[in-house]
T-cell receptor
Framework: SQQGEEDPQALSIQEGENATMNCSYK?????LQWYRQNSGRGLVHLIL?????REKHSGRLRVTLDTSKKSSSLLITASRAADTASYFC???????????FGTGTRLQVFP | DTAVSQTPKYLVTQMGNDKSIKCEQN?????MYWYKQDSKKFLKIMFS???????INETVPNRFSPKSPDKAHLNLHINSLELGDSAVYFC???????????FGSGTRLTVV
Protein backbone atom coordinates (compact mmCIF):
# COMPACT_ATOMS: atom_id res chain seq x y z
CA SER A 1 0.00 0.00 0.00
CA GLN A 2 1.13 3.57 -0.57
CA GLN A 3 2.62 5.27 2.46
CA GLY A 4 2.03 8.78 1.21
CA GLU A 5 -0.75 10.64 -0.46
CA GLU A 6 -0.17 13.84 -2.30
CA ASP A 7 -2.39 16.77 -2.76
CA PRO A 8 -3.32 18.07 -5.22
CA GLN A 9 -3.15 15.26 -7.76
CA ALA A 10 -2.65 17.83 -10.49
CA LEU A 11 -1.70 21.52 -10.47
CA SER A 12 -1.58 24.02 -13.32
CA ILE A 13 0.04 27.43 -12.90
CA GLN A 14 1.63 30.22 -14.94
CA GLU A 15 5.36 30.80 -15.10
CA GLY A 16 6.55 32.97 -12.27
CA GLU A 17 3.91 31.74 -9.82
CA ASN A 18 4.70 29.59 -6.82
CA ALA A 19 3.66 25.93 -6.69
CA THR A 20 2.87 24.15 -3.43
CA MET A 21 2.44 20.41 -3.14
CA ASN A 22 1.50 18.58 0.03
CA CYS A 23 2.24 15.07 1.20
CA SER A 24 0.66 13.14 4.05
CA TYR A 25 1.95 9.85 5.38
CA LYS A 26 0.85 7.23 7.86
CA UNK A 27 3.70 6.04 10.07
CA UNK A 28 6.65 7.54 11.94
CA UNK A 29 9.61 8.10 9.64
CA UNK A 30 13.39 8.40 9.52
CA UNK A 31 13.36 10.84 6.64
CA LEU A 32 11.22 12.18 3.82
CA GLN A 33 12.43 12.82 0.30
CA TRP A 34 11.04 14.60 -2.75
CA TYR A 35 11.66 13.43 -6.31
CA ARG A 36 10.81 14.85 -9.74
CA GLN A 37 9.90 12.71 -12.74
CA ASN A 38 9.77 14.22 -16.20
CA SER A 39 7.54 12.46 -18.68
CA GLY A 40 9.08 9.18 -19.84
CA ARG A 41 12.14 9.58 -17.65
CA GLY A 42 13.52 8.28 -14.38
CA LEU A 43 13.10 10.01 -11.05
CA VAL A 44 15.51 12.69 -9.89
CA HIS A 45 16.21 13.21 -6.19
CA LEU A 46 15.48 16.81 -5.17
CA ILE A 47 15.80 17.08 -1.43
CA LEU A 48 15.87 15.00 1.76
CA UNK A 49 14.61 16.17 5.15
CA UNK A 50 15.27 14.20 8.32
CA UNK A 51 12.61 13.57 10.94
CA UNK A 52 14.29 16.00 13.36
CA UNK A 53 14.31 18.83 10.80
CA ARG A 54 11.41 21.19 10.18
CA GLU A 55 12.46 23.09 7.08
CA LYS A 56 15.02 22.80 4.32
CA HIS A 57 15.91 24.91 1.30
CA SER A 58 17.61 24.10 -1.98
CA GLY A 59 17.65 26.80 -4.62
CA ARG A 60 14.01 27.57 -5.48
CA LEU A 61 12.77 24.62 -3.42
CA ARG A 62 11.55 24.83 0.14
CA VAL A 63 10.45 21.73 2.03
CA THR A 64 8.72 21.67 5.38
CA LEU A 65 8.05 18.70 7.62
CA ASP A 66 5.51 18.46 10.43
CA THR A 67 5.93 15.09 12.10
CA SER A 68 3.06 15.76 14.51
CA LYS A 69 0.69 16.04 11.56
CA LYS A 70 2.60 13.48 9.47
CA SER A 71 2.77 15.89 6.59
CA SER A 72 5.23 17.69 4.36
CA SER A 73 5.03 20.38 1.74
CA LEU A 74 7.18 21.24 -1.26
CA LEU A 75 7.19 24.83 -2.44
CA ILE A 76 8.68 25.74 -5.80
CA THR A 77 9.10 29.49 -6.07
CA ALA A 78 9.10 31.49 -9.32
CA SER A 79 8.18 28.42 -11.36
CA ARG A 80 9.42 27.88 -14.89
CA ALA A 81 8.03 25.87 -17.80
CA ALA A 82 10.93 23.44 -17.24
CA ASP A 83 9.49 22.61 -13.81
CA THR A 84 6.64 20.78 -15.55
CA ALA A 85 6.87 17.23 -14.22
CA SER A 86 5.40 14.84 -11.66
CA TYR A 87 6.60 15.32 -8.10
CA PHE A 88 6.68 12.47 -5.61
CA CYS A 89 7.23 12.45 -1.91
CA UNK A 90 8.80 9.32 -0.46
CA UNK A 91 9.21 8.27 3.14
CA UNK A 92 11.47 5.90 5.01
CA UNK A 93 9.37 4.45 7.84
CA UNK A 94 11.16 4.16 11.15
CA UNK A 95 13.15 0.95 11.66
CA UNK A 96 13.15 0.15 7.96
CA UNK A 97 15.38 0.78 4.99
CA UNK A 98 12.48 0.98 2.56
CA UNK A 99 11.76 4.13 0.57
CA UNK A 100 8.04 4.19 -0.07
CA PHE A 101 6.62 6.57 -2.64
CA GLY A 102 3.46 8.62 -2.53
CA THR A 103 0.95 8.97 -5.30
CA GLY A 104 2.53 12.03 -6.94
CA THR A 105 1.42 15.49 -8.07
CA ARG A 106 1.44 16.37 -11.75
CA LEU A 107 2.60 19.97 -12.14
CA GLN A 108 2.05 21.86 -15.38
CA VAL A 109 3.68 25.27 -15.72
CA PHE A 110 2.44 27.34 -18.65
CA PRO A 111 4.79 29.85 -20.29
CA ASP B 1 29.06 8.43 -18.22
CA THR B 2 25.47 7.55 -17.24
CA ALA B 3 25.28 6.98 -13.49
CA VAL B 4 22.61 4.23 -13.48
CA SER B 5 21.98 2.56 -16.82
CA GLN B 6 19.31 0.03 -17.66
CA THR B 7 18.96 -2.12 -20.73
CA PRO B 8 16.86 -2.51 -22.67
CA LYS B 9 14.86 0.73 -22.65
CA TYR B 10 11.87 -0.94 -24.27
CA LEU B 11 10.86 -4.58 -24.19
CA VAL B 12 7.85 -6.02 -26.01
CA THR B 13 7.27 -9.73 -25.57
CA GLN B 14 4.59 -12.37 -25.62
CA MET B 15 2.92 -13.93 -22.62
CA GLY B 16 4.76 -16.92 -21.29
CA ASN B 17 8.21 -15.76 -22.37
CA ASP B 18 11.18 -15.25 -20.05
CA LYS B 19 13.06 -11.96 -20.14
CA SER B 20 15.83 -10.14 -18.30
CA ILE B 21 16.51 -6.49 -17.57
CA LYS B 22 20.04 -5.40 -16.73
CA CYS B 23 21.16 -2.56 -14.50
CA GLU B 24 24.60 -1.14 -13.85
CA GLN B 25 25.72 1.79 -11.72
CA ASN B 26 29.10 3.52 -11.80
CA UNK B 27 28.60 5.61 -8.67
CA UNK B 28 30.31 3.23 -6.27
CA UNK B 29 27.06 2.84 -4.34
CA UNK B 30 26.58 -0.17 -2.10
CA UNK B 31 22.79 -0.47 -2.41
CA MET B 32 20.67 -1.12 -5.48
CA TYR B 33 16.92 -1.44 -5.97
CA TRP B 34 14.21 -2.47 -8.38
CA TYR B 35 10.94 -0.53 -8.47
CA LYS B 36 7.85 -1.11 -10.57
CA GLN B 37 5.77 1.82 -11.82
CA ASP B 38 2.31 0.92 -13.03
CA SER B 39 0.07 2.72 -15.51
CA LYS B 40 -1.23 5.02 -12.75
CA LYS B 41 2.35 6.06 -11.94
CA PHE B 42 2.37 4.24 -8.58
CA LEU B 43 5.91 3.22 -7.67
CA LYS B 44 6.38 0.07 -5.63
CA ILE B 45 9.62 -1.34 -4.32
CA MET B 46 10.33 -4.89 -5.39
CA PHE B 47 13.86 -5.76 -4.25
CA SER B 48 16.90 -4.22 -2.64
CA UNK B 49 20.46 -5.48 -2.49
CA UNK B 50 23.21 -4.14 -0.26
CA UNK B 51 26.68 -5.14 -1.38
CA UNK B 52 25.31 -8.17 -3.27
CA UNK B 53 23.12 -9.29 -0.35
CA UNK B 54 19.32 -9.27 -0.64
CA UNK B 55 17.91 -6.99 2.07
CA ILE B 56 14.40 -6.23 0.83
CA ASN B 57 12.13 -8.71 -0.90
CA GLU B 58 8.61 -7.40 -1.16
CA THR B 59 5.59 -9.52 -1.96
CA VAL B 60 6.60 -10.20 -5.52
CA PRO B 61 5.68 -13.36 -7.46
CA ASN B 62 8.37 -16.03 -7.55
CA ARG B 63 8.54 -15.52 -11.29
CA PHE B 64 10.66 -12.44 -10.54
CA SER B 65 14.24 -13.22 -9.56
CA PRO B 66 16.90 -10.59 -8.97
CA LYS B 67 20.59 -11.34 -9.29
CA SER B 68 23.50 -9.22 -8.17
CA PRO B 69 26.83 -10.57 -9.49
CA ASP B 70 28.66 -7.64 -7.91
CA LYS B 71 27.67 -4.45 -6.14
CA ALA B 72 27.65 -2.46 -9.38
CA HIS B 73 25.11 -4.71 -11.10
CA LEU B 74 21.57 -5.77 -10.31
CA ASN B 75 19.65 -7.72 -12.92
CA LEU B 76 16.01 -8.73 -12.94
CA HIS B 77 14.86 -11.95 -14.56
CA ILE B 78 11.17 -12.58 -15.13
CA ASN B 79 9.81 -16.02 -15.98
CA SER B 80 6.49 -16.85 -17.64
CA LEU B 81 5.54 -13.26 -18.31
CA GLU B 82 1.92 -12.25 -17.77
CA LEU B 83 -0.14 -9.34 -19.09
CA GLY B 84 -0.14 -7.78 -15.61
CA ASP B 85 3.64 -7.54 -15.65
CA SER B 86 3.40 -4.71 -18.17
CA ALA B 87 4.86 -1.65 -16.46
CA VAL B 88 7.95 0.50 -16.30
CA TYR B 89 10.71 -1.05 -14.20
CA PHE B 90 13.22 1.27 -12.59
CA CYS B 91 16.59 0.42 -11.19
CA UNK B 92 18.10 2.74 -8.58
CA UNK B 93 21.12 2.93 -6.33
CA UNK B 94 22.14 4.78 -3.18
CA UNK B 95 25.29 5.11 -1.11
CA UNK B 96 23.36 4.25 2.04
CA UNK B 97 20.09 2.30 2.21
CA UNK B 98 17.08 4.62 1.91
CA UNK B 99 19.04 7.85 1.39
CA UNK B 100 18.99 9.85 -1.86
CA UNK B 101 18.43 7.41 -4.69
CA UNK B 102 19.79 7.79 -8.21
CA PHE B 103 17.39 6.25 -10.71
CA GLY B 104 17.93 4.76 -14.11
CA SER B 105 15.77 5.91 -17.00
CA GLY B 106 13.52 2.87 -16.80
CA THR B 107 12.60 -0.16 -18.91
CA ARG B 108 9.11 -0.13 -20.39
CA LEU B 109 7.94 -3.73 -20.50
CA THR B 110 4.89 -4.56 -22.60
CA VAL B 111 3.52 -8.08 -22.51
CA VAL B 112 1.16 -8.94 -25.38
Amino acid sequence: SQQGEEDPQALSIQEGENATMNCSYKTSINNLQWYRQNSGRGLVHLILIRSNEREKHSGRLRVTLDTSKKSSSLLITASRAADTASYFCATVPSNTDKLIFGTGTRLQVFP
Amino acid sequence: DTAVSQTPKYLVTQMGNDKSIKCEQNLGHDTMYWYKQDSKKFLKIMFSYNNKELIINETVPNRFSPKSPDKAHLNLHINSLELGDSAVYFCASSATPAYGYTFGSGTRLTVV
